[in-house]
C-alpha cells in the first residue's frame, strides 16, 4: 500500500512533475490519461522510498522520513521531503531514459543564486557549495562555478536591505513589436496614447516619490524600461527625464534603456547626459540582419553601430548590450559573428539571454526554426568567453520557464560595472517602487523572509483610466505594516 503522505504528494505535484519531464524535452502528453511513468511509493524502517517506472526501467530515491517535535513543523518538513523525493526519483528515471543531462540538474521553481547564497550561509566554501550544489542538484560543475562567481562579486556591491529603495519607471511604448515579446508594451504607432500616458505617469510619480523619504529610506538604484523610453518623441523624453530626475536625486545609479537602436537620436543622448544618467541599455539582440528581420525588430546591425558610436561621442560611460542565444534560423557562425560585433563594440556591460518564448509572444504561434539545445548551451558558451575577452566577470544570472535548452540569462560587466537594480530585481532584496503601466512594486520584509507585491495595471489604457488606484496601492503597500 502506498504511504498516504507520498500519495498525496504524488496527487498534487503534477505541475512539478511536469517540470521535471520538461528538462529532458519530453512532451506534456506523456502526462496525459495513461501516464508514461508510474510511481510507487512506501514509508518504510523510517524512510520514505519512491520507485518510478517506465516499463524497462526504473529508480528509486530513500530518504529518513524528518522528525519535529513541533508537530506543524514536523507536517510541513514531512510533505516537502515527499515531494523533493517525487521529483528526484523521477529526475533519475528521465537521466537515465533519455541519456540528456540537464545544464540546471533538477534545478527547477527555485532561483540558482539563492541557493549559492543558501550553501555559503550555511559556512561553506565556495568550493563546497559548488560540490552541494553538483551533489544535490547533478548542475554541471561550470554552472556552480558560475554561481560561485557571482556571489563573490555580489557581496562586493553596496548592500541593499530595509533602508533602500528602487525605483522603477516604465515607458510601455516600442518602435514595433518583437516577435519573441512576451512584455506588454504597445507599439507607439500614431502615439496618441504617449500624451495621457505620460499625465498619468507623471500624476503617479508626483504622488508616489515622497514615499521614499516618508518611509525613512533613500533611493538606491533608478532604471527607466518598458517598452523603450527613448521610443518616446523627443519633447516628451526630455521632459519624462527631466520630471523623474527632480522627483527621484541621488541614486546610486540610473539607468535608461535605449534597446531600439532605431530609437535613439543624438538629442535624447544629449537629453540622457544632461540628466546624469549613468547607464544606457543598446540592445542589438543579434547583429544578423536576416534574423533582426524574423524576429521583428525593423532595425539594422549597421543602425546599432551608429548608435553606439553615436553615444561615445556624446561621452556615454556605460553601455549595456543584450543578446539573445537560440534566435530563429540562426547557427553557430551567426552567434560568434554577434559575438565578435559585441567585443568591438566594447560595451561595458553585456547579458547574454536564452531565447524563452513565452505563450503570449507572437512567435510561440509561428513555426520558426530554433537552433536545437545543444547548440544554444553552444552559443551561451561562446557568449561567455567573449565577456571573458572583454575582461568582464559575471553578476547577475536567472532562469525562465520555457527557455532553449533550459539554459540562463547571465549579466556580466566590467569590474565596478554591475548594475545593481538587475542584482537587486533577481535576488528580492530590495524594495521596489514600480510606476507605470505594467509595473510591480514589491515590499520586503527581511525579518519575515516575506515580499509583498503591488502591480499595476498592465494595459496602458486601464492605466491612463486608473491612475488613482494605482497610487494607492502603492500606499497600502508601502505605508501599512505586515499583513497578518
Ligand atoms: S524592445 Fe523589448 S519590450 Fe519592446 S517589443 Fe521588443 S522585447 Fe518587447
Same mark, same amino acid.
Given at each position: 500500500?502506498?504511504?498516504?503522505?507520498?500519495? *498525496?504528494?504524488?496527487?498534487?505535484?503534477?505541475p512539478?512533475?511536469?517540470?521535471?519531464?520538461?528538462?529532458?524535452?519530453l512532451?506534456?502528453?506523456?502526462?496525459? +490519461?495513461?501516464?508514461?511513468?508510474?510511481?510507487? *511509493?512506501?514509508?518504510?524502517?523510517?524512510?520514505?522510498?519512491?520507485?518510478?517506472?517506465?516499463?524497462?526501467?526504473?529508480?528509486?530515491?530513500?530518504?529518513?522520513?524528518?522528525?519535529?517535535?513541533?508537530?506543524?513543523?514536523?507536517a510541513?518538513?514531512?510533505?516537502?521531503?515527499?515531494r523533493?523525493?517525487?521529483?528526484?526519483?523521477?529526475?533519475?528515471?528521465?537521466?537515465?531514459?533519455?541519456?540528456?543531462?540537464?545544464?540546471?540538474?533538477?534545478?527547477?521553481?527555485?532561483?540558482?543564486?539563492?541557493?549559492?547564497?543558501?550553501?555559503?550561509?550555511?559556512?561553506l566554501?565556495?568550493?563546497?557549495a559548488?560540490?552541494?550544489?553538483?551533489?544535490?542538484? +547533478?548542475?554541471?560543475?561550470?554552472?556552480?562555478?558560475?554561481?560561485?562567481?557571482?556571489?563573490?562579486?555580489?557581496?562586493?556591491?553596496?548592500?541593499?536591505?530595509?533602508?533602500?529603495?528602487?525605483?522603477?519607471?516604465?515607458?510601455?511604448?516600442?518602435?514595433?513589436?518583437?516577435?519573441?515579446?512576451?512584455?506588454?508594451?504597445?507599439?507607439?504607432?500614431?502615439?496618441?496614447?504617449?500624451a495621457?500616458?505620460?499625465a498619468?505617469?507623471? %500624476?503617479?510619480?508626483?504622488?508616489?516619490?515622497?514615499?521614499?523619504?516618508?518611509?525613512?529610506?533613500?533611493?538606491?538604484?533608478?532604471?527607466?524600461g =518598458?517598452?523603450?523610453?527613448?521610443?518616446?518623441?523627443?519633447?516628451?523624453?526630455?521632459?519624462?527625464?527631466?520630471?523623474?530626475?527632480?522627483?527621484?536625486?541621488?541614486?546610486?545609479?540610473?539607468?535608461?534603456?535605449? =534597446?531600439?537602436?532605431?530609437?535613439?537620436?543624438?538629442?535624447?543622448?544629449?537629453a540622457?547626459?544632461?540628466?546624469?544618467i549613468?547607464?544606457?541599455?543598446?540592445?542589438?539582440?543579434?547583429?544578423?540582419?536576416?534574423?533582426?528581420?524574423?524576429?521583428?525588430?525593423?532595425?539594422?546591425?549597421?543602425?546599432?553601430?551608429?548608435?553606439?558610436?553615436?553615444?561615445?561621442?556624446?561621452?556615454?560611460?556605460?553601455?549595456?548590450?543584450?543578446?539573445i542565444?537560440?534566435l530563429?534560423?540562426?547557427?553557430?557562425?551567426d552567434?560568434?559573428?554577434?559575438? +565578435?560585433?559585441?567585443?568591438?563594440?566594447?560595451?561595458?556591460?553585456?547579458?547574454?539571454?536564452?531565447?524563452?518564448?513565452?505563450?503570449?509572444?507572437?512567435?510561440?504561434?509561428?513555426?520558426?526554426?530554433?537552433?536545437?539545445?545543444?547548440?544554444?548551451?553552444?552559443?551561451?558558451?561562446?557568449?561567455?568567453?567573449?565577456?571573458?575577452?572583454?575582461?568582464?566577470?559575471?553578476?547577475?544570472?536567472?532562469?525562465?520557464?520555457?527557455?532553449?535548452g533550459?539554459?540562463?540569462?547571465? =549579466?556580466?560587466?566590467?569590474?565596478?560595472?554591475?548594475?545593481?537594480?538587475?542584482?537587486d530585481?533577481?535576488?528580492?532584496t530590495?524594495?521596489?517602487?514600480?510606476?507605470? *503601466?505594467? =509595473?510591480?512594486?514589491?515590499?520586503?520584509?527581511?525579518?519575515?523572509?516575506?515580499?509583498t507585491r503591488?502591480?499595476?495595471?498592465?494595459?496602458?489604457?486601464?492605466?491612463?483610466?486608473?491612475?488613482?488606484?494605482?497610487?494607492?496601492?502603492?500606499?497600502?503597500?508601502?505605508? %501599512?505594516?505586515?499583513?497578518?
Amino acid at each position: 500500500m502506498m504511504n498516504a503522505e507520498l500519495t *498525496a504528494a504524488l496527487e498534487t505535484i503534477r505541475p512539478e512533475l511536469m517540470t521535471v519531464t520538461r528538462l529532458f524535452g519530453l512532451p506534456e502528453s506523456i502526462w496525459d +490519461d495513461t501516464p508514461r511513468y508510474i510511481p510507487a *511509493a512506501e514509508e518504510t524502517g523510517g524512510n520514505y522510498r519512491i520507485t518510478f517506472t517506465d516499463g524497462s526501467e526504473s529508480a528509486t530515491r530513500t530518504v529518513p522520513v524528518p522528525n519535529d517535535p513541533d508537530p506543524r513543523v514536523q507536517a510541513l518538513h514531512r510533505r516537502r521531503a515527499a515531494r523533493r523525493l517525487c521529483k528526484q526519483a523521477l529526475y533519475d528515471l528521465c537521466r537515465k531514459t533519455t541519456g540528456i543531462h540537464p545544464p540546471w540538474g533538477s534545478m527547477t521553481g527555485v532561483r540558482p543564486t539563492h541557493l549559492m547564497n543558501e550553501a555559503l550561509a550555511d559556512g561553506l566554501s565556495p568550493e563546497e557549495a559548488v560540490d552541494r550544489l553538483v551533489r544535490d542538484f +547533478d548542475v554541471l560543475r561550470p554552472k556552480a562555478e558560475l554561481l560561485a562567481e557571482i556571489a563573490a562579486v555580489q557581496s562586493a556591491l553596496p548592500a541593499p536591505g530595509d533602508g533602500w529603495m528602487d525605483v522603477y519607471i516604465g515607458i510601455p511604448f516600442c518602435p514595433t513589436r518583437c516577435a519573441y515579446c512576451s512584455f506588454s508594451s504597445g507599439e507607439i504607432g500614431d502615439g496618441r496614447l504617449v500624451a495621457p500616458y505620460m499625465a498619468s505617469l507623471a %500624476e503617479e510619480i508626483r504622488a508616489c516619490a515622497p514615499m521614499i523619504a516618508g518611509t525613512g529610506r533613500k533611493l538606491r538604484a533608478l532604471y527607466i524600461g =518598458g517598452g523603450t523610453p527613448t521610443a518616446l518623441p523627443e519633447k516628451a523624453f526630455r521632459e519624462m527625464l527631466s520630471l523623474v530626475c527632480e522627483y527621484f536625486p541621488g541614486a546610486l545609479e540610473t539607468t535608461v534603456e535605449a =534597446g531600439r537602436p532605431d530609437s535613439l537620436s543624438r538629442d535624447k543622448i544629449r537629453a540622457v547626459q544632461e540628466a546624469g544618467i549613468s547607464r544606457i541599455s543598446i540592445n542589438p539582440q543579434t547583429m544578423n540582419d536576416r534574423t533582426l528581420r524574423v524576429i521583428g525588430r525593423a532595425h539594422t546591425a549597421q543602425q546599432v553601430r551608429d548608435a553606439y558610436a553615436m553615444a561615445r561621442e556624446e561621452g556615454v560611460r556605460h553601455i549595456n548590450m543584450d543578446v539573445i542565444a537560440g534566435l530563429p534560423g540562426e547557427g553557430e557562425a551567426d552567434f560568434r559573428h554577434t559575438m +565578435d560585433e559585441a567585443v568591438s563594440l566594447h560595451p561595458e556591460s553585456l547579458t547574454v539571454h536564452t531565447l524563452a518564448i513565452k505563450r503570449s509572444s507572437r512567435m510561440s504561434l509561428e513555426n520558426a526554426p530554433l537552433p536545437d539545445g545543444m547548440l544554444t548551451a553552444h552559443m551561451v558558451a561562446l557568449g561567455l568567453e567573449a565577456a571573458r575577452t572583454l575582461g568582464m566577470v559575471p553578476y547577475y544570472l536567472y532562469r525562465q520557464k520555457y527557455m532553449a535548452g533550459n539554459l540562463e540569462n547571465t =549579466g556580466y560587466a566590467l569590474p565596478g560595472h554591475a548594475c545593481l537594480y538587475n542584482v537587486d530585481m533577481m535576488e528580492e532584496t530590495s524594495h521596489i517602487l514600480a510606476l507605470g *503601466a505594467g =509595473g510591480i512594486s514589491k515590499r520586503i520584509w527581511p525579518e519575515e523572509g516575506h515580499i509583498t507585491r503591488a502591480p499595476n495595471v498592465s494595459n496602458i489604457t486601464e492605466y491612463i483610466a486608473r491612475t488613482g488606484e494605482m497610487i494607492r496601492r502603492k500606499q497600502e503597500l508601502f505605508l %501599512e505594516s505586515i499583513p497578518s
